[in-house]
């Protein structure tokens, strides 16, 4: 089965809202990494994380690795319509969450 | 974007009949990989490979095989395609705990 649960599954947000996505695995990883895919797209890599307690900035993206390093998050600041698709994290193993699709209504 | 190919892009093929996907990369890149996406289940591994003729089993090997006889090559083939296999699949290319760069997928329908 899958290692890492990714929730919330969907998410609505107002334009300009903040939006957050976490990513929890049964097991310490050596690292995650996270992509986006935009409809009708394929996954582009976003980030790796490393290091316990790592948070790495990407403008208004900003992401963590937990202290256990057994969760992560992706937070957007201010989300704008360019923000829209699905955001996966990915374990060590390279097996994906079930992602989180972002709607951002204007 | 990297130099990954995927094709064909679209295919429709009737139950029963075998069906192959490549996966060419002009990278040299190590690893290759075959993701097969559908709604609510998300990017789900099928097979991968560490290098010429080195491959393994991911999630959900069940009904595929795949082969790599060369290094920029990977192949992925249903045997005999079942209308279950529906779905858009994803190759991917990475070093060796690097990231994945896919390809643009093939959708392909098993009616």
């Known amino acids: 089965g899958q290692q890492v649960m990714q929730i919330p599954q969907y998410q609505h947000v107002q334009e300009g809202e903040d939006f957050t996505t976490y990513c929890n695995s049964s097991?310490?990883?050596?690292?995650i990494q996270w992509y986006k895919q935009r409809p009708g797209g394929h996954p582009v890599f976003l980030i790796q994380l490393v290091k316990s307690g790592e948070v790495k900035k990407q403008k208004r993206l900003t992401f963590q690795f937990g202290e256990a390093k057994k969760n992560s998050s992706l937070h957007i600041t201010a989300t704008q319509t360019t923000d829209v698709g699905t955001y996966f994290c990915a374990d060590d193993k390279i097996i994906f969450g079930k992602g989180t699709r972002l709607h951002i209504l204007p | 974007d990297a130099g990954i190919t995927q094709s064909p892009r679209h295919k429709v093929t009737e139950t029963g009949t075998p069906v192959t996907l490549r996966c060419h990369q002009t990278e040299n890149h190590r690893y290759m990989y075959w993701y097969r996406q559908d709604p609510g289940h998300g990017l789900r591994l099928i097979h991968y490979?560490?290098?010429?003729?080195?491959?393994d089993k991911g999630e959900v090997s069940d009904g595929y095989s795949v082969s790599r006889s060369k290094t920029e090559d990977f192949l992925l083939t249903l045997e005999s395609a079942t209308s279950s296999q529906t779905s858009v699949y994803f190759c991917?290319?990475?070093?060796?705990?690097?990231?994945?760069?896919f390809g643009s997928g093939t959708q392909l329908s098993v009616l």
């Open positions: 490979s560490y290098g010429v003729k080195d491959t």
């Open positions: 991917a290319i990475s070093k060796e705990g690097e990231k994945l760069f």
């Open positions: 097991t310490t990883l050596s690292n």
